[in-house]
């Protein structure tokens, strides 16, 4: 099946449970919300790039939590409802019906970014200004993509295993911190650095900072050093997730476990 | 072989040929306790284009294990299955553009959105032309009596609203072969002759089905020909009037009462004449249909077994399909 239609009807599709079940706005859009809510308490008057911090961090934890919901807890939810077998017996490749439902919750997050950005103007007086409006939504929006790749990898596994949504939660704090969504990772120890250097999100959030804020110096690699290398490791997460799904899609027809839950 | 396999493909829809599925599983942590289940052991029948045929058997006996595996969501341990033409191991994709599949129960629909929603969903997945989408779904929708109830979200259908919905949802592509798997389960009898209606149209219109069903009477009515499948293997394959035909040496005596208890049944059972014995509950009564060679020879000594037993009826009647099923999966044939 063409893909764009596969991933525009699962994006589609994905919209309206969302609009039909408001309640996946707590985990997703509130609890985000309430950690940068207090990032933003905490560092009220301080100045400097606290602010942006905990705002870019806000949107990035919302947009992540959203794209492993999309590619965990949706993929438990197919299982409990029997639509699993339903999507699978159908022409159109999981991955790509995997791929749409990732983009519309990612997407989610940054609504939950825009939230958060007026929240901390409007409710906190926060001064916030961005260099180069231009480049930062680019690098926003291919951070986004990155995101979407990332849970695209992950959800092969999500498919094998009867307990994807506790898989998702595991998933969930590791990115925070590895990315550097709210504070640099140069603050983490320096054996942690070849895992958050192989996560294309911590170039896109690089990126991001290099646009917004004045003399910064992340990774020193640049704003477009950043994302073409996020654009590398992404499209090798979207490379190695094709090759995983046609494994994993064999694999569970050999092993017959999708209606199992 | 080429020119072979091309006349084998026009003349069959489905051919089926030694499949067997093994499914192995493990219990325990540390010391792995495997265990292997045949759950089709070997079985082989070919479906011609455009025939209605059905599976018939008791719970566990393969049949779903069957259609999973021909509907490419199952791969087969060994042998094969082709549909169209297609290898179903080799081409699944190419199968699955061509095929309709409908699973019974509850489970299988988006309920948070509407029909009209799980069936444009569905469409797009099997790349229904954009053109003919939406004609295509209003027309499903009005076919199964969904129509007014398209935009309402299915959580709030009752089951037999839902089964149409699954009937809708496996047409959505208009598949050349339906695969159904118990299609009228949930239905009330109104909509379940509906169903059985749409079933003949589907294919006096030329689609091929094989559909899965534990109602006899529905069986015999639709099919044109049935696989009797017990313990993985086909035990008898034959049209329904042939089916029948097995039972022409026997007679059924039919025994209405109430207080039979096991031991008794068993009892009956044992007995020398007796082939096999089925026993139902019906508007309270418990109904023994007994299968026996000669009936009036037969007729005494059962009622002489049932003597303790409060007995309001007992008659002689002629072997219906379900008879054969029974002897066939429970008796000694």
Redesign the interface.
Known sequence: ??RL??I??SF??QA??FL??PQWLIPNVILPFMITLVVLILFEGQGGNFALYAVLGGGMMGMWGNTLYASGWSIQFDRW???L????????RLIW?IAGRSMWNALIGILNGLAILLIAIFAFGMDITIRDPALFFLAFFATLMSLSALGLLFSSAFVLTRQAGVLTNGLEYPIYVGTGCMFPIALLPFWTAPLSLSLGPTWGIDAIRYAALDDYAGLQTGYWGDLLIMVAISIAYVAIAVYLFIVVE?RV??D?N?GRY | MMAGNRMSSEEFAIEVKDLVRIYKTSQGVFRKKKKETVAVDGISFSVRRGELFGMLGPNGAGKTTTIKMMTTLLLPTSGSISILGLDVAARPTDVRKRIGLVLGGEKGLYYRITARQNLRYFADLYGVPMSEREKRINDLLDRVGLKDRADDKVEDYSRGMKQRLHLAKGLVNDPEVVFMDEPTIGLDPQAARDARSMIKQLVADGKTMLLTTHYMYEADELCNRIAVVNKGKIVALDTPRGLKGLMQDMNIIEVEGFGITDHEIAALRGMEGVRTVSATISESKQVLRIQVVDASEMLTPVTQQLRDCRVIGTRIKEPTLEDAYLWLVEGDA
């Open positions: 099946m063409p239609r596969t525009t009807a589609r599709n309206l449970h039909a079940d409802n029997g639509t077998e339903e999507v699978l017996a159908t022409p159109s019906i064999k027809r050999k017959a999708l």
